[in-house]
C-alpha cells in the first residue's frame, strides 16, 4: 500500500460512481415483452414458465422472440438508452441457452435404444440445470457485486511499519549469488502459458466431430446462395453425431447472425437460409463452448457489464 | 510459574501502562497490515483470547459511537465525545481484526488513498467470481460450463487481483482448481465463505435437478 | 460563489456526516501511509488549514488523554474512558501529520511484530524481487500482471525489509513505482543495477518479450 497524497478526482469518481444495479435481470428487464401465440409477458416470465415446465420450449417460436427483441432494442437505442447493449448481450447468452435447449429438445426422443440417445437426453437435462444455475448465479453476482461495492467504502489501515520496529526485524538470511538470482529473474519474466485445463478424455468415448468443422460445411454450401432444407444439409451425415454436430453448428452460426431459419410451424421442414452481409465470415468465429482457443463468444458478454 | 500465572502477569503489566490493556491492544492494531486473529493479539499481548476478546469488543462499540459507560454518560447529562462514532471502525473480517476507515468517509478518504483502489470488476468477472465461490475448488472448465463461456481470461483477471487462486490440481482430470482467497473475504466483509449469501432461494423451480446435477456440492 | 463561501460549504458538509469534521480528519488519518500536511488535509476535506489545525490539535489532545471537555468532566468526578490516553498517537512529522501507535507500547509492540518473522524471504517475495530488480521503476500493477498474481503484502514484504523502495510515480497512470535499494545492492554484493547478470543466457526466446508485456500491460 502506498497511498498518494494528490486528490485525484479519478479516484473519487471510482469511489463514488453509482451504477445502474448492473446485476439484477428482473429490473432490467422488466421493459422487454414477449409476444407469442401461446405467450405475452417479459422475458423471464417465458424463461422461468419453460423452466418449470408449464411451456414447452418447443412451442416457442425463438424467431419471433429474437425479431420482436431486436425491434425492442432498436427502439431503445432510437430513445437514447444507453443500457441497450447490455441488455442485447445478456439476451444473446440466454437465447443461446435457449437454442441448446431447444435443440436438445427437439431431437427424436423415441425410444432408448443406445448410449448416445442416453447422453442426449442427459444433455437435455443438463442445459436444463444450467439455464436454472446460470440465473441463479446471475442474481448472485448482482448481490456479490454490490456488496463488494459497500465494502470497498471502507479503507484498511495498512501502513508501513515504523522505523523502530522495522530495525528490530532480524537480519535477512541471503544465500543467493547474482547468478542464482539472475535465473529466478527469468523463471519469474517467463511469459506463462495458460496451463491446459485439463486433459479432455471425451475422445476415449467417440469418434471426434467437429462443430467448428461441420459450421464449415454448413457455412460453404449456404454461402452460395440457395435457402437449403435441414434435410438437405444432413443427407450426406454418415452418424447421428454428424447430424447433432450440424445442428449445433446451425445454431451457432445463428448466434453469429450470418444464417436465418424458417419453419412454418412445429415439427415442419427447416429452411435455412444465409443472411449474414459479411461473406468473410468464417468458423473461427465460433464459440469455443465446442472448441478450444477461440475467444469470439466471450468477448459480447465478457466486456458488457457495469463498465 | 504456570501458565496462569505468566498470562495473569501479561494483563497486569499491560493495565500498569497508561489506557491500559485497552490502549495497547489499539497500538498493536495500530501496525498489522492484515487481519490478525485474536489468537495472535493474545500472544502479543501476553493475555488470555478472552480477554482479548473481550477488549476487542469493547472498542469496537465505542469507535461505533456507543461507550461502555453510555448509561453513565446519560447519567450526567453530559454527552461526551466518545459517544459520538470516531472517523475509523474496528471489523472482524476474513478470520481477523483490522481497522478500516468508516465508509461514511469513503469519499474523503478515497481523496488521498489512490491506491488499493480497486476497478469494478465487470459483470462477466463477478458472475465467475460467484461460480468459483460456491463451487469451490473448481476446474476453469467447470466454471466454462456453468457460464456458458469461456473463462480463462477472466480467472486470470481475478487470480491478478487476488480474488482467487490456485488450491492445486483435480486428482482424476489434473486440472487447476481454484478457491477465493482471504483477501476475498476482506472484499466482501465476511469471515468465511460460509456467510456468503444461500444460493438455493435463487434457483427456481429445481426439484429434482439438484440431485441430479450436482448432489455433493449445492 | 466566492473560494471562501466553498470552504464554509465544505464544513457543513462535513458535520453533516456522523461524527463530524473531527471524525472524517481522523477516517483519512487513519489510513494514510505517508504524512500529510495540514495542506493537503485542507484540500482533501474542502476545509481552511485553520479549520483542520484546530482538529488536528483537538484530537492529538485526546488521543494523548485529555478530551477537550476534560474540565466538565472533572466537574462531575467523572473519569470517562476518552480522558484514557489511546493507544495510538498523532504525530507531526516533518511538517506532515499521520497516525502512530504511542511509544509507551513500543515493547508489546514490537514483540508482537517480531512475532511470526523469518529471516527468510517467501519463494514469493524472491520471485516478486527479481522482477522488480529487472524491471525497474515498476508499478505494483505490472508486476502482478507478469507474476500472474496480487502482490500487494509481498511488496510491502520487500518495502519493509528495505530491499525495494517508492521511487516517484508513473506520470501516466499515477501508481507508485518501486525501485531496488542500496541495501539490495549491499545484499547481492553489486555495486550497481547494472552490474545484474543478463538475463538472456537463461531465457531462451526472450525477443520479443517486452512487446508481450507491454501489450498487456495494465
Do not use: C
Not at chain 1, 485525484?8 to 463514488?16: C, G, K, L, N
Not at chain 1, 539472475?182 to 475422445?203: M, N, R
Amino acid at each position: 500500500m502506498g497511498p498518494s497524497l494528490a486528490p485525484s478526482t479519478e479516484a473519487d469518481s471510482a469511489a463514488t460512481a453509482d451504477t445502474p444495479d448492473a446485476g439484477n435481470p428482473g429490473s432490467r428487464k422488466a421493459g422487454f415483452e414477449v409476444r407469442l401465440a401461446n405467450f405475452t409477458g417479459p422475458f423471464d416470465l417465458l424463461l422461468g414458465l419453460i423452466s418449470k415446465h408449464k411451456l414447452d420450449i418447443t412451442e416457442v417460436a425463438l424467431a419471433t422472440v429474437t425479431d420482436e427483441f431486436i425491434k425492442y432494442i432498436r427502439r431503445l437505442q432510437e430513445l437514447g438508452e444507453d443500457w441497450a447493449l447490455d441488455e442485447a448481450s445478456e439476451f444473446l447468452v440466454i437465447a443461446a441457452t435457449l437454442l441448446d435447449l431447444k435443440a436438445a429438445r427437439l431431437l427424436p426422443s423415441g425410444e432408448v435404444e443406445d448410449a448416445e440417445d442416453i447422453a442426449l437426453l442427459e444433455a437435455r437435462d443438463l442445459l436444463f440445470a444450467r439455464l436454472l444455475q446460470y440465473k441463479a448465479f446471475k442474481q448472485i453476482a448482482g448481490i456479490m457485486g454490490e456488496t463488494l461495492e459497500q465494502e470497498a467504502r471502507r479503507y484498511p489501515r495498512q501502513v508501513a511499519l515504523e522505523g523502530h520496529f522495522a530495525a528490530l526485524l532480524p537480519e535477512l538470511v541471503w544465500r543467493h549469488t547474482p547468478e542464482q538470482f539472475a535465473e529466478l529473474a527469468a523463471k519469474a519474466l517467463k511469459p506463462k502459458d495458460a496451463a491446459p485445463a485439463e486433459v479432455g478424455l471425451d475422445h476415449l468415448h467417440a469418434p471426434p466431430v467437429s462443430v467448428k468443422e461441420q459450421a464449415e460445411i454448413m457455412g460453404y454450401r449456404l454461402k452460395l446462395g440457395a435457402p437449403l432444407s435441414f434435410q438437405t444439409l444432413i443427407a450426406d451425415a454418415d452418424t447421428t453425431l454428424v447430424v447433432v454436430a450440424r445442428f449445433l453448428a446451425l445454431l451457432e452460426m445463428f448466434r453469429d447472425r450470418v444464417i436465418a431459419f424458417e419453419q412454418p410451424g412445429p415439427l415442419a421442414e427447416l429452411t435455412v437460409r444465409w443472411t449474414g452481409a459479411d461473406a468473410d465470415w468464417d468458423s473461427s468465429s465460433l464459440s469455443e463452448e465446442y472448441e478450444a482457443g477461440a475467444e469470439s463468444y466471450g468477448t459480447v458478454s465478457e466486456e458488457n457489464g457495469s463498465e | 510459574m504456570s501458565e496462569q500465572e505468566t498470562v495473569q502477569d501479561g494483563l497486569a503489566e499491560l493495565e500498569a501502562l497508561p489506557g491500559g490493556a485497552r490502549a495497547a491492544l489499539e497500538a498493536v492494531l495500530m501496525v498489522i497490515d492484515q487481519p490478525a486473529t485474536s489468537e495472535e493479539l493474545a500472544a502479543g499481548l501476553n493475555v488470555t483470547v478472552a480477554v482479548v476478546e473481550d477488549l476487542l469488543q469493547d472498542l469496537q462499540r465505542e469507535y461505533s459511537g456507543y461507550t461502555v459507560k453510555a448509561p453513565d454518560v446519560d447519567a450526567v447529562g453530559f454527552a461526551d465525545a466518545s459517544t459520538a462514532p470516531r472517523g475509523f471502525e474496528l471489523r472482524n473480517v476474513a478470520g481477523g481484526w483490522r481497522i478500516y476507515s468508516r465508509s461514511d468517509f469513503a469519499d474523503i478518504v478515497g481523496r488521498f488513498v489512490l491506491e488499493g483502489q480497486t476497478t469494478r470488476l465487470t459483470q462477466a468477472a463477478l458472475e465467475t467470481l460467484a461460480v468459483i465461490a460456491y463451487r469451490q475448488p473448481v476446474s476453469r472448465a467447470r466454471v466454462s460450463a456453468i457460464r456458458g463461456v469461456n473463462v480463462d481470461s477472466v480467472v486470470r483477471t481475478l487470480t491478478q487481483r487476488g480474488l482467487i487462486e490456485d488450491s492445486g490440481n483435480d486428482p482424476e482430470s489434473g486440472a487447476v482448481l481454484y478457491r477465493t482467497t482471504s483477501y476475498f473475504l476482506e472484499r466482501m466483509g465476511i469471515g468465511s465463505v460460509a456467510e456468503l449469501p444461500q444460493l438455493s432461494p435463487h434457483l427456481p423451480g429445481l426439484e429434482g435437478i439438484e440431485e441430479y446435477y450436482d448432489a455433493s456440492r449445492m
